[in-house]
């Protein structure tokens, strides 16, 4: 499954009130909506569930509460996790609020193991053969 667990510009509730979660309380927000509350319950659960596999797209990894639900979710049940993204698993590191204190302290998830793509999509998917094999590899339990 793909979850949208924000919601996205094109979501609307009734007619004119756009159905995207941003800035402060999420939780909140997402609590208050029938569908975004399913779609994250969902997302739990299918973590949870046999022979999953994550992979991530798109995902800047600075929502704590999604963060959390992969990170609890990895804990319950060790599923693989590729990850793509342009910076890599150095993301993860840039991101982190202790970066540049005296002591640098990882968020859960910089723990959890991940098989990383640096490359773009647009570059997978118009003539990178070997990031291209490695994620149909994943994805399809090569």
Same mark, same amino acid.
């Given at each position: ?7 996205? /510009?094109?979501?609307?509730?009734? &007619? &004119? ?5 941003? #800035?402060?309380? =999420?939780?909140?927000?997402?609590? !208050?909506?029938? /569908? ?16 999953? =596999? ?17 990170? @609890? ?14 910076? #890599? =698993? ?9 970066? @540049? ?16 793509? /640096? ?7 118009? #003539? !990178? ?6 994620? !149909?590899?994943?994805?399809?339990? =090569?």
């Amino acid at each position: 499954p793909i979850y949208k667990l924000h919601g996205s /510009v094109n979501w609307y509730e009734g &007619e &004119e009130n756009p159905l995207m979660v941003i #800035g402060e309380n =999420k939780l909140k927000t997402i609590s !208050d909506q029938l /569908v975004l509350r399913h779609n994250n319950g969902a997302f739990f659960e299918n973590l949870i569930r046999p022979d999953t =596999k994550l992979m991530i797209i798109g995902y800047g990894f600075r929502d704590d509460h999604i963060n959390q639900f992969i990170t @609890n979710a990895h804990n319950i049940k060790n599923f693989p996790i590729f990850m793509i993204h342009p910076e #890599g =698993k150095k993301h993860l590191k840039n991101i982190n609020k202790t970066l @540049n204190n005296p002591i640098y302290v990882q968020n859960p998830i910089e723990q959890l193991p991940m098989i990383t793509c /640096v490359r773009r999509l647009s570059e997978i998917f118009s #003539g !990178d053969e070997i990031e291209f094999n490695r994620i !149909d590899d994943f994805l399809s339990n =090569k």
